[in-house]
Structure formats: structure tokens, C-alpha cells
């Protein structure tokens, strides 16, 4: 079984920043993919960030520039630096991975407040 852990979500002030980690456990798991979405109060979840097994990344374009998905190790985690963040940022980020047969997994998520 796949599980994947989440941390480094808390309070900041407008224009702080942020570093979201994820680590996936599980024998023999691998993925394809790894990414990080998140969901505001009565928004749909939407993506965020996401690094595919060859390094290239996809961003929102709402957080491109400000926002950098790097992969920790090679297929098992990921973290999130989050600069430069807006009152709009203001989710609860969620850990996503797929495996390279389809299968997506996802973390418990991590709340990130942004406010004075």
C-alpha cells in the first residue's frame, strides 16, 4: 500500500515563503509522477505543480515564477518552495503521485494559511 506523507504547511505573512515536502512509502513503489494540488474553501481542487519521471515540470499559471517543484529523490518525493506568497495561496495543499501504471495516490494535505 502507497501513502504519502505531507509537511511544512503553517501560517505566513503575505510576501513569505513556504517549503512543502512529500515523502511516498511503499514496497517497491515508483512513480511517474509526483505533484502537489490544492483546494481553497469552495474551490475545486486544482493543480499546482508537477515533475514527471524525466524532469520536466508543469506549473499553474497562477504560481509560475514564484513557486518551484523539485524532486528530493528519484521517484519517491518531492518538495514545493513556495515564494513570494499571496493571501490567495491560502489552501489546503494535497500530495499527489502516480505510478506508471496509472494508479494515483494521494497525501492527507497540509494546510497553508497566507495572512497578516
Partial sequence: QVQLVES???LVQ???S???SCAASGS???AYAMGWYRQAPGKERELVAQVISDGR???ADPVKGRFTISRVSAATAVSLQMNSLKPEDTAVYYCNAV???GMSYWGKGTLVTVSS
Fill in 14 to 16: 503575505p510576501g513569505g
Fill in 18 to 20: 513556504l517549503r512543502l
Fill in 28 to 30: 517497491g513503489f515508483s
Fill in 57 to 59: 515540470t508543469n506549473y
Fill in 99 to 101: 505510478s506508471w501504471n
Fill in 8 to 10: 511544512g504547511g503553517g
